[in-house]
C-alpha cells in the first residue's frame, strides 16, 4: 500500500509537463545563483576557515540539486489545506496509518524532483561550475546514507508540524516557521562551519543539521570516516526519536478530533 501511493504521487507529478521545464528551470537557476554568491564571496581568496572555492561550490551545486532543491514545507500546505476543506475526513477513513500514507505520498513526490529535476540540474551545473569528487569511496558512502537519513528527517519534521495544523487556526504561520528552522539551522544557504561557535553548536545539535549540513561535510571530508559513521548513527537516532513524537502527536489527535458532520 505504501509503494502504490508513492507510485500515485509519482505519476500525478508527470502529468504535469509544463510545470516539469518550469521547476527544471527554476532548480538550475537555483543552483547557479548559489554557486554565484560563494564565487563572488571568495573572489581571489584562495581558502576562508580551510574551505575552498571549488568545495563551497560543489557544497552549493549538491545542496539545491540533491537535499535541499525542493519544496519540504509543502506536506503542512497539503494538511492544512485538507483540513480547512473537511478533505481530511476521507482520509482518515482509508485502511493506512495517515502520518505513514503522508509519509509514502511525500516519497513519491521527492523521487519525482530528484530523479527530474534534481539530478539533471545538479549534472548540468555541475559540468559548467566543477563538482568535485567525494573524499573517499567510504566517504561517499556514508554520504549516500546521510542522504536517505535527509530525506526522512525532513519528512518526519514535516509531518510533525502538519500533524501540529490540527491545533491551530492557520497552518501558514507553522509552514513558515518551519521554512525558516530549515534555512538556518540546516546549513541549506551558508553552511554551519561559517557559523559562530556557539550558534554551530546549537544547529549542529539539532536534526535540522542532518537534512543539508552533515551529509555534505561527509562527503567533503570534513569528518574521517569513523566520525562519519557516528554522524549517520546520530541522524537515525534523530530519526527514531522524531517518529516517536509522530507517534504521540497522532495518539493525542485522534482522541480529540471532531469533524463537523462526522
Known amino acids: 500500500m505504501f509503494a502504490a501511493l508513492a ?3 509519482f505519476r500525478t507529478q508527470l502529468t504535469f509537463r509544463v510545470q516539469l521545464w518550469a521547476l527544471l528551470f527554476s532548480g538550475l537557476l537555483d543552483i547557479v545563483v548559489r554557486t554565484s554568491i560563494w564565487t563572488a564571496v571568495y573572489g581571489d581568496v584562495p581558502a576562508v576557515n580551510g574551505i575552498t572555492l571549488p568545495q563551497m561550490i560543489t557544497y552549493g551545486i549538491l545542496s539545491g540539486a540533491i537535499l535541499t ?3 519540504a514545507t509543502q506536506i503542512v500546505r497539503d494538511v492544512g489545506a485538507q483540513i480547512k476543506s ?3 475526513a476521507s482520509h482518515l477513513l482509508r485502511p493506512m496509518h495517515y502520518p505513514l500514507a503522508l509519509l509514502a505520498e511525500q516519497v513519491g513526490r521527492r ?3 530528484l530523479l527530474l529535476i534534481g539530478l539533471p540540474g545538479g549534472a548540468i551545473v555541475g559540468l ?3 563538482l568535485q569528487p567525494p573524499a573517499s569511496a567510504g566517504h561517499f558512502l556514508v554520504f549516500v546514507g546521510l542522504v536517505a537519513v535527509s530525506i526522512l528527517v525532513v519528512f ?3 509531518i510533525i508540524f502538519a500533524l501540529l495544523s490540527f491545533w491551530v487556526l492557520d497552518f501558514h504561520s507553522l509552514e513558515w516557521f518551519m521554512r525558516g528552522l530549515m534555512v538556518v539551522f540546516s546549513g541549506n544557504l551558508v553552511p554551519l562551519w561559517f557559523f559562530p561557535g556557539w550558534l554551530a553548536a546549537i544547529a549542529g545539535a539539532t536534526p535540522f543539521a542532518f537534512v543539508t549540513y ?3 561535510a561527509v562527503y567533503l571530508g570534513r569528518f574521517d570516516l569513523s566520525a562519519a559513521a557516528l554522524v549517520l548513527l546520530g541522524g537515525l537516532c534523530w530519526f ?3 517518529a516517536g513524537i509522530i507517534a504521540g502527536l497522532w495518539a493525542l489527535l485522534t482522541r480529540r478530533l471532531i469533524l463537523a458532520g462526522g
Do not use: K, M, Q, S
Open 7 to 9: 507510485e500515485v504521487a
Open 69 to 71: 532543491g525542493w519544496d
Open 86 to 88: 473537511g478533505a481530511i
Open 111 to 113: 523521487l519525482y524532483d
Open 128 to 130: 559548467v561550475f566543477g
Open 156 to 158: 518526519a519534521v514535516g
Open 214 to 216: 552533515y551529509p555534505l
Open 240 to 242: 527514531a526519536v522524531l
